[in-house]
């Protein structure tokens, strides 16, 4: 799984799994492009002993991403991976999502990821030797919980999901593989941010999946750096949950 000489741009990677997986990358060998919002990502980059950039990006301007991956071109000389961690959240009643924060959702999980996707895959398929995309989806896509209102995300990640399904197809003839991953509850601001909504998350993240903890953001890398590596040459169109065995099923509370 060794990524010597391979650039991986990674989105979303300033903290949470994002910046988890820009680290794996990196112990793995791997160059990495890190883009995000953020100022600056919650850990110095240059640290890593690879080559590591930061490109402050906003995915869902296209002008932004475009100018970001010529520039990333540029600096790096190529693209062989891409990982789309940016994503948002909202977890409140149906009944009072508005138009506009479900907006924001579609733009920043769907057509963030989408573009950022398709950018990647112009490169890729320019260099013609190939590449993998890795597109972070959730477990919100296959099943809800309860406590958890997860309708818009849901529907984003869903998305996300089928996308990666009918990339996966299209994109094989240039040998680019596109696969999916979704967490379960996994330590993150993100779930911070929903159990500090509503407390009794907490221990619905803890007591919710057969394993009986939180997922922590080390137990999601190991499958993106295995989807990354030339040791899933032959794996495309698959998603992988990553839920200590919540798809399966939950404990009762
Ligand atoms: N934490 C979980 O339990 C969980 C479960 C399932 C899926 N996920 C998914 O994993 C991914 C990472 O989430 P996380 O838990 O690490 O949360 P996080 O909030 O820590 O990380 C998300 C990152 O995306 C960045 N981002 C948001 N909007 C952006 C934009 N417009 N342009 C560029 N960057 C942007 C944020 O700045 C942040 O750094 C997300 O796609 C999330 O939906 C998380």
């Not at 995000?36 to 990006?57: M, N, W």
């Not at 977890?91 to 950022?116: A, P």
């Not at 190939?130 to 896509?141: D, E, F, P, T, W």
Request: aromatic share 6%; with cysteine; hydrophobic share 40%.
């Amino acid at each position: 799984m060794n990524m010597t000489g391979k650039t991986t741009v990674i989105t979303g990677g300033a903290r949470g799994i994002g910046l988890s997986l820009v680290e794996a990358v990196a112990d793995a060998g791997g160059d990495v492009a890190v883009l995000d919002v953020l100022e600056e990502p919650k850990k110095d980059l240059s640290k890593l002993g690879v080559t590591a950039r930061y490109y402050r990006t906003d995915v869902t301007k296209m002008d932004v991403l475009e100018d970001t991956f010529e520039k990333i071109e540029r600096d790096f000389g190529r693209i062989d991976n891409c990982v789309t961690a940016a994503g948002i959240v909202a977890d409140k009643s149906f009944f009072d999502h508005e138009w506009d924060e479900c907006e924001r959702l579609l733009k920043v999980n769907v057509l963030g990821t989408f573009f950022c996707a398709q950018l990647a895959a112009k490169a890729m398929r320019e260099q013609g030797d190939g590449g993998s995309i890795v597109l972070i989806a959730s477990i919100a896509s296959h099943m809800a919980i309860p406590l958890q209102r997860l309708s818009m995300y849901g529907a984003t990640k869903g998305a996300v999901r089928v996308m990666m399904r009918q990339l996966s197809v299209e994109l094989a003839p240039w040998n680019i593989r596109v696969n999916s991953v979704s967490p379960g509850f996994i330590r993150t601001d993100m779930t911070e941010l929903c159990a500090t909504q509503q407390p009794e998350l907490y221990s619905v993240f803890n007591s919710a999946p057969p394993i009986g903890r939180i997922g922590e953001t080390s137990d999601i890398t190991g499958v993106v750096n295995y989807l990354l590596s030339d040791a899933a040459a032959y794996t495309t169109g698959a998603d992988i949950p990553i839920t200590g065995g919540l798809i399966g099923g939950r404990i009762a509370s």
